[in-house]
């Protein structure tokens, strides 16, 4: 699957932000799909996933503020983040994996969130 992630953008602190991915492939609603981001300086790190049946799992430091949703219809997972912090700035990039293994084998090009305090 073909990943391509878009929406990124520059935020104020306490604003919201939506990132969309969208897949190619007739498969994508069997794929676990995950949000990732790279902070400056730092490794990259998980931060949402969401399954082909609607299961959610987040980082503990986003839930509350993020929410992933996917439409099996289209193609696309999303990501709408609210209350941004500027921790939150980073390329986020979004990715797809087969059930049942742990890596992520296909990965969008990422896109910059920046959150000004």
């Known amino acids: 699957v073909q990943l391509q992630a878009y929406g990124g953008g520059l935020v104020q602190a306490g604003g919201s932000l939506r990132l969309s991915c969208a897949a190619s492939g007739r498969t994508f609603s069997s794929y676990v799909m995950g949000w990732f981001r790279q902070a400056p300086g730092k490794e990259r790190e998980f931060v949402a996933a969401i399954w082909s049946g609607g299961n959610t799992y987040y980082k503990a430091s986003v839930k509350g503020r993020f929410t992933i949703s996917r439409d099996n219809a289209k193609n696309t997972v999303d990501l709408q983040m609210n209350s941004l912090k500027p921790e939150d700035t980073a390329v986020y990039y979004c990715?797809?994996?087969?059930?049942?293994?742990?890596?992520?084998?296909?990965w969008g090009q990422g896109t910059l969130v920046t959150v000004s305090s």
């Open positions: 990715a797809a994996r087969i059930p049942g293994r742990n890596e992520y084998e296909s």
